[in-house]
Nanobody, 127 residues
Framework: QVQLAESGGGLVQAGGSLRLSCAAS????????MGWFRQAPGKEREFVSA????????VYAESVKGRFTISRDNAKNMVYLQMNSLKPEDTAVYYC????????????????????WGQGTQVTVSS
């Protein structure tokens, strides 16, 4: 069982930065691949980024590539999403998720691949 709790969301102007954190409980955290998703009002949940258990592999949605960076600290049971050059279209509730599978595969962008979810943190980017 893994419990996830996101933090770090807020209101920021376009061009600004935020760092989201996801705190995980459970001694097996280091064996899970982790992902970040987001959901804007009226839209489906959208893949943002994922990282393998070892941090060796990361993947990003095209819309955030070059602006967002995912990382993890297995010793602290933490996953992070550094978001730079934020745009109004980045406004959404951001969720972290854990996948039993330790490595990233082709299904990493599918929300159904993930087994545990946090409650989300709101990110609002003003123009």
């Amino acid at each position: 069982q893994v419990q996830l709790a996101e933090s770090g969301g807020g209101l920021v102007q376009a061009g600004g930065s935020l760092r989201l954190s996801c705190a995980a409980s459970g001694r097996t955290f280091s064996t899970y691949a982790m992902g970040w998703f987001r959901q804007a009002p009226g839209k489906e949940r959208e893949f943002v980024s994922a990282i393998s258990y070892s941090s060796r592999t990361t993947v990003y949605a095209e819309s955030v590539k070059g602006r967002f960076t995912i990382s993890r600290d297995n010793a602290k049971n933490m996953v992070y999403l550094q978001m730079n050059s934020l745009k109004p279209e980045d406004t959404a509730v951001y969720y972290c998720a854990a996948d039993y599978s330790p490595d990233i595969n082709g299904a990493a962008q599918n929300p159904l691949e993930y087994d545990y979810w946090g409650q989300g943190t709101q990110v609002t980017v003003s123009s």
